[in-house]
T-cell receptor, first 112, second 113 residues
Framework: EAQVTQNPRYLITVTGKKLTVTCSQN?????MSWYRQDPGLGLRQIYYSMNVEVTDKGDVPEGYKVSRKEKRNFPLILESPSPNQTSLYFC???????????FGSGTRLTVV | GENVEQHPSTLSVQEGDSAVIKCTYSDSASNYFPWYKQELGKGPQLIID?????GEKKDQRIAVTLNKTAKHFSLHITETQPEDSAVYFCAASPSIGTDKLIFGTGTRLQVFP
């Protein structure tokens, strides 16, 4: 089944403790992207990648890192999480020529 | 940069009625406009999209219209059903060849039986 898989689905952590949210897609998509979703703000892009070893900042990149060493994986790294990073996170992927994203099921992160 | 505004934020309709959600965008270079449906506990799912060289696109009970001059586009759902209840997001992108997709803030649609 074609899908984007995120892990974990739920995560509660403490301020300053480094964490990684994994994302993997099995559709051989070039594009991958991370979004955060907050009430009243919709989906805001954190980082995106147009291919292996090619990443760029989205609209809200502060406090996040990403890497794209393989085409299928695009992990999101929070080196020192803070409470304002409490949010619902989505990974998404698409073909270059298609534009339509396939989203993962989301990761709900709480930083206390 | 691009800014997408979406209205209304909530919409309640009776089953069988039509629902319309409207979005405006600011960047005249945008030429790709998808719509996503998000059900509770799930990620957004693409339901329909339109390119700037097309004024209208229809897929069964769902249609999208685009007015490039006025920089607005709309989602129309006819004969609504309870399973249409969800949050709907519009988005705009300067081109399919970039990864820059800007989303609206969402519309919560409730369809009452």
């Amino acid at each position: 089944e074609a899908q984007v898989t995120q892990n974990p689905r739920y995560l509660i952590t403490v301020t300053g403790k480094k964490l990684t949210v994994t994302c993997s897609q099995n559709m051989n998509h070039e594009y991958m992207s991370w979004y955060r979703q907050d009430p009243g703000l919709g989906l805001r892009q954190i980082y995106y990648s147009m291919n292996v070893e090619v990443t760029d900042k989205g609209d809200v990149p502060e406090g996040y890192k990403v890497s794209r060493k393989e085409k299928r994986n695009f992990p999101l790294i929070l080196e020192s999480p803070s409470p304002n990073q409490t949010s619902l996170y989505f990974c998404a992927s698409s073909y270059r020529e298609d534009g339509g994203y396939t989203f993962g099921s989301g990761t709900r992160l709480t930083v206390v | 940069g691009e800014n997408v505004e979406q209205h209304p934020s909530t919409l309640s309709v009776q089953e069988g009625d039509s629902a319309v959600i409207k979005c405006t965008y600011s960047d005249s270079a945008s030429n790709y406009f998808p719509w996503y449906k998000q059900e509770l506990g799930k990620g957004p799912q693409l339901i329909i999209d339109i390119r700037s060289n097309v004024g209208e696109k229809k897929d069964q009970r769902i249609a999208v219209t685009l007015n490039k001059t006025a920089k607005h586009f709309s989602l129309h759902i006819t004969e609504t059903q309870p399973e249409d209840s969800a949050v709907y997001f519009c988005a705009a992108s300067p081109s399919i060849g970039t990864d820059k997709l800007i989303f609206g803030t969402g519309t919560r649609l409730q369809v009452f039986p």
